[in-house]
């Protein structure tokens, strides 16, 4: 039998919290953490590899989503919410980093990206940020549900190589060579839209 906070989580629509937010009800961030509190700390995990820095980063995750809703209205609330996460643990990551040296299979993940987006041109050029963002958009837009699962896993999540194939019941190598036939992929698609990266 279904518990109450399973119930819940599944009764309990993103639109419905978003409505919360915007109404000032602090039921939406208990809500929040009910439905993605687990997804959140993944990311965050995956980026810190500290339980303590991860509980602090999702506490201000919930501080973030409050004072950007309103006067925002997310799409897809997942997402608005797992990028408010991302940036606070890479903040958090980037400040542990001055200090000390911490291991993170995020930068592991960015550098396995590295030569496929790499750019001579300004990384700060929201223009181009965007229009690369579109590209890749189409680009998981044509892969199977399974590779679209991999790249986002590895790539936006930050997952081991090990985890994606424990979760697919695969083994690791079988990730491995999907990854790379995902990176050329994506090279591909880029340099038929004049992409040169």
Same mark, same amino acid.
């Given at each position: 039998?279904?518990?109450?906070?399973?119930?819940? /989580?599944?009764?309990? !629509?993103?639109?419905?919290?978003?409505?919360?937010?915007? !109404?000032?009800?602090?039921? !939406?961030?208990?809500?929040?953490?009910?439905? @993605? +509190?687990?997804?959140?700390?993944?990311?965050? @995990? %995956?980026?810190?590899?500290?339980?303590?820095? &991860?509980?602090? &980063?999702?506490?201000?995750?919930?501080?973030?989503?409050?004072? &950007?809703? $309103?006067? %925002?209205? $997310?799409? =897809? *609330?997942?997402? *608005?919410?797992? /990028? #408010?996460?991302?940036?606070?643990?890479?903040m958090k990551y980037r400040e542990k980093t001055r200090k000390k040296k911490i291991p993170s299979e995020m930068m592991v993940c960015y550098e396995d990206l590295e030569d496929t987006l790499r750019s001579n041109t300004s990384p700060e050029t929201e223009?181009?940020?965007?229009?690369?963002?579109?590209?890749?958009?189409?680009?998981?837009?044509?892969?199977?549900?399974?590779?679209? @699962?991999?790249?986002?896993?590895? *790539?936006?999540? +930050?997952? /081991?190589?090990? =985890?994606?194939?424990?979760?697919?019941? =695969?083994?690791?190598?079988?990730?491995?060579?999907? #990854?790379? /036939?995902?990176?050329?992929?994506?090279?591909?698609?880029?340099?038929?839209? +004049?992409? @040169?990266?």
């Amino acid at each position: 039998m279904a518990t109450t906070n399973e119930t819940q /989580k599944a009764i309990i !629509a993103d639109e419905r919290i978003v409505e919360l937010y915007w !109404a000032r009800d602090e039921k !939406a961030i208990e809500l929040t953490d009910n439905k @993605y +509190g687990q997804f959140l700390y993944r990311i965050a @995990y %995956n980026i810190l590899h500290d339980r303590l820095d &991860c509980e602090e &980063c999702q506490n201000d995750t919930y501080h973030g989503i409050w004072n &950007c809703i $309103p006067p %925002n209205r $997310p799409d =897809v *609330f997942s997402v *608005f919410i797992s /990028k #408010i996460m991302r940036n606070i643990a890479t903040m958090k990551y980037r400040e542990k980093t001055r200090k000390k040296k911490i291991p993170s299979e995020m930068m592991v993940c960015y550098e396995d990206l590295e030569d496929t987006l790499r750019s001579n041109t300004s990384p700060e050029t929201e223009y181009l940020a965007k229009e690369l963002g579109r590209h890749i958009n189409d680009y998981l837009g044509s892969l199977t549900d399974r590779q679209q @699962y991999i790249f986002v896993g590895r *790539f936006y999540m +930050g997952d /081991k190589l090990e =985890v994606i194939a424990e979760e697919l019941n =695969v083994n690791a190598s079988t990730v491995h060579r999907e #990854i790379k /036939k995902i990176k050329q992929g994506l090279k591909s698609h880029f340099e038929r839209n +004049g992409i @040169y990266v």
